[in-house]
């Protein structure tokens, strides 16, 4: 609210979120149970997906991110279905990896987009990254020191 976003009023909205969401989600199950053996097609699917179901049917939209956000589903149900031990998917603790780089994505012309510069909130110090444990507990690595902490490096 602060930021002048309207939360989400239950009565009002929640049919169409959930309407939305769970036509996204049969459109990804489809592709993973559909082409399960056709990786090929498998990740087409994924992609029109994407482009369907989170990017709206933008035509404005590169397939450059259509290929990388299709990637990033890829993986994570790789991560979660296959690779997530029973107990931390119960206890909702999941690693879900880094986000897909998006640097030199291109757009819809074929040009490479010039990147966004980072909030100077989200950058770390040098030699610190953010890593998660198994469970998915976030904590902070210096690559430099092999130094670990559970708080953010200042």
Not at 33 to 52: C, G, M, N
Not at 112 to 137: H, Y
Request: aromatic content about 12%; glycine content about 6%; charged content about 25%.
């Amino acid at each position: 609210r602060a930021e002048g976003v309207n939360e989400l009023t239950v009565n009002k909205h929640l049919k169409d979120v959930q309407q939305v969401s769970f036509q996204q989600m049969t459109h990804f199950d489809h592709a993973f149970t559909e082409y399960r053996e056709d990786s090929i097609r498998r990740f087409e699917e994924l992609a029109a997906a994407v482009w369907i179901h989170l990017l709206m049917k933008d035509e404005g939209a590169s397939d450059d991110l259509i290929k990388r956000l299709a990637a990033y589903v890829e993986y994570q149900h790789q991560n979660v279905v296959q690779s997530l031990p029973d107990a931390y998917f119960q206890d909702g603790k999941v690693n879900w990896g880094s986000m897909p780089s998006f640097d030199g994505m291109k757009d819809k012309n074929g040009e490479i987009m010039r990147p966004v510069a980072p909030d100077p909130d989200d950058v770390l110090p040098e030699g610190w990254i953010i890593a998660l444990t198994d469970a998915g507990d976030t904590y902070y690595w210096n690559t430099q020191t092999n130094q670990t902490t559970w708080q953010r490096p200042i």
